[in-house]
């Protein structure tokens, strides 16, 4: 994320929560909220020229809060997009009678002729290495008829490496040139091939490209989609690949057909240089990923499923495949676990005949991809399937425990400090501003205090807002309520001249942007302490940041007995 898009998030402006209003406030309630701050905030309300200048910054924020909300045109922007979208160019063109959903259709189309003029600026690359490691050695069951063992490590060699690149880069809107290669080796053998393709988008629903590399012979290839309906659509290629003494031809058809969100059905021909027929059923949800292929071929005849269970709130994924076909079976299992923002490591097992047992460890960086294929036994042996399978655990424990979690602490640490640096100007602006309206609250606070303690009403004798290191919502700590930190602010007086009528209500959405309030501890849970009276009688509780309060409630009420 850049630091313009950082600085958005950082200091996006609630003004519901400015005015204290739901987000489904109706005109009147707005209305009465902006002169209810008015009256807090007009410059004409104090003589002391010190806090009329401190009142005109807050009244000014008050008039704007009270302008895009008062506006359907401008509440409907911001209801849609936030601030940015009310200062995005280009609103002039668009009409005001448009709805909601037809501002945001047109905010996205505004942002994609923006992300298209940058894309036309920048390349895509992405690379990936496969190191083929063999290592059946060190599970050959006639070791002990050699008189040499080396050891472990002396079983264990790399037998073949893939390098492979790609570059994209943006001639216009509609035209892309890519730019990829590939170099294999194998036991000292090696091959390699380059290609060029460029690609251009007829229209919404088709594209064509034409690839041509060079490399163990020339090849050509020309590639078309097509969306026939809105549930069909078809892809296409027609290949050359030239030889010293031929020529020779390929030609492969898929039709897709979109079941439901869900799923998708492909049906896929192949003549040529290869020949057979295949059909594919795939279902992507938000828990998992189902997979089933079954192909006819002249060399090779298979049928294959493979399952993926998605555990999002753990940031991993569990898969397992199983296929057999006329050259061989074997059952796949493994998971992959993302590490960073960026990042994703991958252990799998393969077990099969004739392959034998493979580990297969993967690692994601970026748009950089790294394989590690590691070729155990040739033979299924129970010794090499369950060291595949417990050595990635462990391993990842450890790793874990001694390098990933401290180094993802030290990232997150980072992280919150460039946060809080970017932030910094912000944060002093909306403490002095929370400073100012605390001063200016004065003379409301002790007559809204007064009126409430001559009725018995509602009274606020304490309120903290920040972070607190317990979470009992009930018998609080007196020693809490008076304890002075620096994570931690005083908003009793804020919280006093929103009460109305002997009732508080604060909305669904963060504490910071209320009057007399700010962020005491940025990117911290935060909470809100009180104490309150109500008819004489002691109330507590403790709110999250963003959770509605209403009160008094009973079930607030301290007993004292």
Known sequence: MDTENEQETVNEVDYYTFLNVS????PEEIQQAYRRQSRLYHPDKHVDPILKKKAEVLFSRTNKAYEVLSDPHQRAIYDSLGV?????????IVQRTKTPQEIREEYERIAKEREERRLEQRTNPKGNVTVFINATDIFN????DYEINDGILGGIEVSGMSFQQSIEAPLTLKDTLTLYGQ?????????????????????????????????NGPVATVKFYRSLTRRLFCTGATILQFKQD???????GSLGLQLDKQSVGYLTFKCGIQNSMSTMFVRDTPESYTAFTLQFGYLNTFASISYTYKMEEKKMKLRGTLKAGTLGAYVEYGAEKKVSKHSALSASVRVGVPSGVTLRIK???ATQTYVFPIHLCEEVLPSPIFYATVAPL????????IIVEPMMKEQKDREKEKQKELNRVWTLQKQREAKAAVELMMATFSRIRADEEAKHGLVITKALYGRFVFSNRRNIPHEILDEARDDVIDVTIPLQCLVVNSRLVLHEASKSELPGFYDPCFGEDKQLL??????KQTHECLVKDNEPLRIPLQSHRVNTT
């Not at 987000?23 to 109706?26: G, I, P």
């Not at 069951?141 to 002990?144: A, I, L």
């Open 183 to 215: 170099v294999d080796a194998e036991n000292g053998t090696g091959v390699g091939s380059i290609n060029v393709a460029a690609r251009r988008t007829l229209s919404s629903k088709s594209w064509m490209e034409f690839d041509v590399g060079a490399g």
């Open 84 to 92: 940015r979208g009310l200062e995005t160019q280009g609103w002039e």
């Open 141 to 144: 069951k006639y070791d002990e």
């Open 23 to 26: 987000r489904n406030a109706t």
């Open 530 to 535: 009180l104490q309150y009276l109500f008819h």
């Open 246 to 252: 031929e020529i020779r031809s390929g030609l492969v």
């Open 394 to 401: 462990i391993t990842w424990t450890i790793v874990k425990k």
């Open 363 to 365: 690692l994601i960086r």
